[in-house]
């Protein structure tokens, strides 16, 4: 029974376009939703956050959008740029997090 | 260096063989946590501590899998007479408070080979 999904497993976005990483959750006890980054070899690193009681967060050429209601996030990448190749998973923490399956985006130069 | 270091970085033990894995967190962070990561998929928690309390082991597949952090910083995970299954990257985390919105800071894992 997965609590977190990401259904989408890869994304292929242009150089400067906007990449946007979707993610579904079915418990409604979660309260903190967490955008973690990972590299080949590497552990997951993170990026960004948002408390349940907020719609929006922003970071830089990052946002995370919440719409509790749908129980659905989503992350934006604007614009895009080559580094951001990598593999993303959302989490949503009741305490400990519990990850999505992840999903690769590639961004071509 | 200022991150969490695992060790080691690969591991291959043959099955029925004990394996320790060891974290060592961010100083001064009082939670930690382990992962088991398997190939494609998200990292699925494993334990938690607070110090040195192990507060949750909910997430341990089995009673072949135990976790320690004796004196609230370095943290081993054995696993005893492995099996094929146990074969997996082991991730450990750790965060500074214990706070639900605490990001916690990833190591760069123990790759596991069980043949």
């Known amino acids: 029974d997965q609590q977190v999904k990401q259904n989408s497993p890869s994304l292929s976005v242009q150089e400067g376009r906007i990449s946007i990483l979707n993610c579904d959750y079915t418990n409604s006890m979660f309260d903190y939703f967490l955008w973690y980054k990972k590299y080949p070899a590497e552990g997951p690193t993170f990026l960004i956050s948002i408390s349940s009681i907020k719609d929006k967060n922003e970071d830089g050429r990052f946002t995370v959008f919440l719409n509790k209601s749908a129980k659905h996030l989503s992350l934006h990448i604007v614009p895009s740029q080559p580094g951001d190749s990598a593999v993303y998973f959302c989490a949503a923490s009741a305490g400990m997090l519990t990850f999505g399956g992840g999903t690769r985006l590639m961004v071509k130069p | 260096g200022a991150g969490v270091s695992q060790s080691p970085r690969y591991k291959v033990a043959k099955r029925g063989q004990d394996v320790a894995l060891r974290c060592d967190p961010i100083?001064?962070?009082?939670?930690l946590f382990w992962y088991q990561q398997a190939l494609g998929q998200g990292p699925e928690f494993l334990t938690y501590?607070?110090?040195?309390?192990?507060?949750?082991k909910s997430g341990l597949p089995s009673d072949r899998f135990f976790a320690e952090r004796p004196e609230g910083s370095v943290s081993t995970l054995k696993i005893q007479r492995t099996q094929q299954e146990d074969s997996a990257v082991y991730l450990c985390?750790?965060?500074?408070?214990?706070?639900?919105?605490?990001?916690?800071?990833f190591g760069d894992g123990t790759r596991l080979s069980i043949l």
């Open positions: 100083s001064g962070h009082v939670s």
């Open positions: 985390a750790s965060s500074l408070g214990t706070g639900v919105g605490q990001p916690q800071h």
């Open positions: 501590f607070q110090n040195e309390a192990q507060l949750d």
